[in-house]
């Protein structure tokens, strides 16, 4: 029986998050018959070395998110024990979480992104029409980010973002739709619309039940969904991507933009990607069992 560790919590802004998803995941690695190993990450590094290692887990499945999770640190680890773990890589995981980074390889292999400035603190200069979208550099789940619609609004978004990292990122404000579209095993799913009732896609209309409304497939034509699946695809594969993940777009009329990869995106049975599974008939326990069968080390 494979003994298979389930990482969850974590010390990143996303660790109330990661609770839900590593229950989830929990709870399908019991149903499927592993030997589940619960470890909950917090700064105690050597405890979760200890339950990672004595006796060894076989499969390491990360349920975290965020910083010190999604950006290859506790894939490191993972590496360094010889651990076999579910998503991305080391480097693939460290240049999808840098914003600009995932920018610079977008811009080589050709894909689409809006036009942004970088801006370090102390740097107050906005070379950007507004509106403009302000955001930390190295975050997820939209902690930290703002639209600024008027000039006296760009300080105040610039000083909520440096809450959460040195470099902030500024980009041009896209109007249109949000999607996002699954890429499960070099496949990419059926994209998700998201609209929000209100604001824009915050944390609080991630995760308040209610604020937001999924349409599946999106509410764009046939060409615009096979279109962005193409793009969602290569975009995962520019940052050397592998098992599962999800890119966010914003799509202008029929022109499409990446916004994002997520490495480690939400995994409860109600998150983006096993929607989309959900949608294609597979479900969540046959997608964990999956995460498991096929987890792997870089070297």
């Given at each position: 029986?494979?003994?298979?560790?389930?990482?969850?919590?974590?010390?990143?802004?996303?660790?109330?998050?990661?609770?839900?998803?590593?229950?989830?995941?929990?709870?399908?690695?019991?149903?499927?018959?592993?030997?589940?190993?619960?470890?909950?990450?917090?700064?105690?590094?050597?405890?979760?070395?200890?339950?990672?290692?004595?006796?060894?887990?076989?499969?390491?499945?990360?349920?975290?998110?965020?910083?010190?999770?999604?950006?290859?640190?506790?894939?490191?680890?993972?590496?360094?024990?010889?651990?076999?773990?579910?998503?991305?890589?080391?480097?693939?995981?460290?240049?999808?979480?840098?914003?600009?980074?995932?920018?610079?390889?977008?811009?080589?292999?050709?894909?689409?992104?809006?036009?942004?400035?970088?801006?370090?603190?102390?740097?107050?200069?906005?070379?950007?029409?507004?509106?403009?979208?302000?955001?930390?550099?190295?975050?997820?789940?939209?902690?930290?980010?703002?639209?600024?619609?008027?000039?006296?609004?760009?300080?105040?978004?610039?000083?909520?973002?440096?809450?959460?990292?040195?470099?902030?990122?500024?980009?041009?404000?896209?109007?249109?739709?949000?999607?996002?579209?699954?890429?499960?095993?070099?496949?990419?799913?059926?994209?998700?619309?998201?609209?929000?009732?209100?604001?824009?896609?915050?944390?609080?209309?991630?995760?308040?039940?209610?604020?937001?409304?999924?349409?599946?497939?999106?509410?764009?034509s046939e060409d615009v969904r096979a279109n962005l699946q193409d793009i969602a695809v290569n975009a995962f594969e520019a940052l050397g991507?592998?098992?599962?993940?999800?890119?966010?777009?914003?799509?202008?009329?029929?022109?499409?933009?990446?916004?994002?990869?997520?490495?480690?995106?939400?995994?409860?049975?109600?998150?983006?990607?096993?929607?989309?599974?959900?949608?294609?008939?597979?479900?969540?326990?046959?997608?964990?069992?999956?995460?498991?069968?096929?987890?792997?080390?870089?070297?």
């Amino acid at each position: 029986m494979k003994r298979v560790a389930v990482l969850f919590g974590g010390i990143s802004s996303e660790s109330a998050i990661s609770l839900a998803t590593g229950q989830a995941i929990l709870k399908a690695v019991e149903r499927l018959g592993y030997e589940a190993v619960p470890i909950k990450v917090t700064e105690d590094l050597g405890a979760c070395f200890q339950k990672l290692t004595k006796p060894k887990c076989d499969v390491a499945v990360i349920g975290l998110h965020g910083k010190y999770a999604e950006d290859g640190t506790i894939q490191g680890l993972l590496e360094y024990i010889k651990i076999p773990y579910t998503g991305s890589g080391v480097l693939a995981s460290a240049l999808a979480m840098n914003k600009l980074k995932a920018k610079e390889m977008f811009s080589l292999h050709g894909i689409p992104i809006a036009k942004h400035i970088v801006v370090k603190r102390g740097d107050h200069k906005l070379s950007l029409p507004i509106p403009v979208v302000v955001k930390p550099n190295i975050e997820g789940s939209s902690v930290g980010i703002s639209i600024v619609e008027r000039e006296n609004e760009y300080k105040v978004a610039l000083d909520e973002a440096f809450r959460f990292d040195d470099t902030v990122l500024v980009e041009e404000y896209i109007p249109g739709v949000e999607i996002s579209i699954p890429v499960y095993l070099g496949e990419a799913l059926e994209g998700i619309e998201i609209s929000p009732k209100s604001g824009f896609y915050d944390y609080k209309n991630k995760y308040t039940s209610g604020a937001t409304d999924y349409f599946i497939p999106p509410r764009v034509s046939e060409d615009v969904r096979a279109n962005l699946q193409d793009i969602a695809v290569n975009a995962f594969e520019a940052l050397g991507c592998r098992q599962y993940g999800r890119v966010d777009f914003r799509v202008n009329g029929e022109k499409p933009y990446v916004l994002e990869v997520n490495t480690l995106p939400g995994c409860t049975e109600t998150s983006l990607v096993p929607k989309a599974l959900s949608y294609k008939g597979v479900g969540f326990d046959e997608f964990i069992k999956s995460l498991v069968e096929t987890a792997r080390c870089d070297y």
